[in-house]
Antibody
Framework: QVYLAESGGGVVQPGRSLRLSCAAS????????MHWVRQAPGKGLEWVAV????????YYVDSVKGRFTISRDNSKNTVSLLMSNLRREDTAFYYC????????????WGQGNLVTVSS | QSALTQPPSASGSPGQSVTISCTGT?????????VSWYQQHPGKAPKVIIY???LRPSGVPDRFSGSKSGNTASLTVSGLQAEDEADYYC??????????FGTGTKVTVL
C-alpha cells in the first residue's frame, strides 16, 4: 500500500522560512515525479511545484518562483519543500502527490499539512 | 496560468445525474488528453476518479464518467448516491511543465 506522510507544517511569521517534508513508502519512489499541491482553507486546489524522478528538473507556479525550493532524496524516499519569504497568502494545506507517468494523473496523495503564515 | 473554470455548485436527487463542466483553453484542456478529475470529501485528501479524460482507476464505480469537447471537459455522475456529496476538481497538464486545477464544484445530493 502506498503511503505519503507530510510533516513540518505549523505557524510561521511573514517573511520567515519553513520546510515541509514528505516520506513515501509502498511505491518505486526513484521512478516517480513528485509534486506539491496546496489548498487554502475553504478554497480550491493549486499546483505548486514538481521535481523529476532524478531531481534534475524542478518547476514552480509563478507565485512561488524564487521563494520555494523543491528537493528530493531518493536514498530516503523523501521529497521536501523549502518555503522562504513566506506571505500570508501562502497559508494553506500542503499536499505531496505522486504523478503517475502511465495515467497522467495525481494518483497518490499525502494527508495534507497545514502551514499558517501569521504574525 | 489561470485556474480552469468550473461551476461553483451542482446538485441532484438520489438516482439522478449531474454533470460538471471544466473549461480551459487550447493551451491546456484543449491541447492535451490528460484531463483528470478528483473527488474530495471534507477534511480528506483528493482522490482521482477519472484520468486521461475518460478512464476510471480500478475501484471507481462506473457511475463516474468523463468526456471532452474542444476546450471543455465534463464529469458526469449518474445514479447519484449520498456518498457522492463532495467537492470535485478537474486538472490537466498545461504544457511547459505546468499543471493546473479547476476552481472546484461542490456537489450536493438533495
Amino acid at each position: 500500500q502506498v503511503y505519503l506522510a507530510e510533516s513540518g507544517g505549523g505557524v510561521v511569521q511573514p517573511g520567515r522560512s519553513l520546510r515541509l517534508s514528505c516520506a513515501a513508502s509502498g511505491l518505486t519512489f526513484s521512478d516517480s515525479a513528485m509534486h506539491w499541491v496546496r489548498q487554502a482553507p475553504g478554497k480550491g486546489l493549486e499546483w505548486v511545484a514538481v521535481i523529476s524522478y532524478d531531481g534534475n528538473y524542478k518547476y514552480y507556479v509563478d507565485s512561488v518562483k524564487g521563494r520555494f525550493t523543491i528537493s528530493r532524496d531518493n536514498s530516503k524516499n523523501t521529497v521536501s519543500l523549502l518555503m522562504s519569504n513566506l506571505r500570508r497568502e501562502d497559508t494553506a494545506f500542503y499536499y505531496c502527490a505522486r504523478y503517475s507517468p502511465e495515467n497522467w494523473a495525481f494518483d497518490y496523495w499525502g494527508q495534507g499539512n497545514l502551514v499558517t503564515v501569521s504574525s | 496560468q489561470s485556474a480552469l473554470t468550473q461551476p461553483p455548485s451542482a446538485s441532484g436527487s438520489p438516482g439522478q445525474s449531474v454533470t460538471i463542466s471544466c473549461t480551459g483553453t487550447s493551451s491546456d484542456v484543449g491541447g492535451y488528453n490528460y484531463v483528470s478529475w478528483y473527488q474530495q470529501h471534507p477534511g480528506k485528501a483528493p482522490k482521482v476518479i477519472i484520468y486521461e479524460v475518460s478512464l476510471r482507476p480500478s475501484g471507481v464505480p462506473d457511475r463516474f464518467s468523463g468526456s471532452k469537447s474542444g476546450n471543455t471537459a465534463s464529469l458526469t455522475v449518474s445514479g447519484l448516491q449520498a456518498e457522492d456529496e463532495a467537492d470535485y476538481y478537474c486538472s490537466t497538464y498545461a504544457g511547459n511543465n505546468n499543471y493546473v486545477f479547476g476552481t472546484g464544484t461542490k456537489v450536493t445530493v438533495l
